[in-house]
């Protein structure tokens, strides 16, 4: 099975062949980012939980682009930003679902055991390191943290 970033190589070449706009933009940046973390790091390969953590911080970085290109009146610019957006989502992995955060929040309770919204933190950081180098929604888990702490007390 091809890795992330054997993926990105590969449809960035069909893109160059082909001139697909956005995609060969992007996957231009994205081989560039991929290339800066290789030199930074001295590896020949970036494993897969590394390029999703590439992928989901350009990812971020176009959404919150386009966010501030709308408030500026550049819905161009903004449109320009959200199907980059499109283009980097397509390599990410499904997302962790809400039933398996709760799953892993309720763990994590009874582990650590947590007594209430105090133990925000430990909870959080217990659940991430769960879902390390997995596509999954911080804000979501923040989220379902807080409701359950809140519930216990």
Same mark, same amino acid.
């Given at each position: ?9 590969? !449809? @960035? ?6 001139? %697909? ?5 992007? =996957?231009? /940046?994205? +081989?560039?980012?991929?290339?800066? !973390? @290789? ?6 390969? %970036? ?5 999703? =953590?590439? /992928?989901? +911080? ?96």
């Amino acid at each position: 099975m091809p890795t992330i970033q054997e993926i990105v190589y590969s !449809d @960035l070449k069909e893109a160059l062949r082909s001139h %697909i706009e956005p995609e060969l933009g992007t =996957l231009r /940046l994205l +081989k560039s980012e991929i290339q800066y !973390d @290789l030199t930074k790091t001295g590896a020949k390969e %970036i494993p897969d939980p590394a390029m999703i =953590l590439i /992928l989901k +911080k350009n990812l971020s970085q176009r959404k919150d682009s386009a966010a501030e290109y709308r408030k500026a009146g550049r819905e161009d610019l903004a449109a320009k930003e959200e199907a980059e957006a499109v283009v980097i989502a397509k390599y990410l992995p499904e997302e962790i679902g809400e039933d398996a955060i709760q799953k892993a929040v309720d763990d994590a309770i009874t582990q650590l055991p947590a007594k209430g919204p105090s133990d925000t933190g430990k909870v959080m950081g217990k659940v991430m390191q769960n879902f390390k180098g997995q596509n999954i929604d911080g804000s979501k888990v923040s989220e379902i943290v807080k409701r359950s702490l809140q519930a216990l007390s």
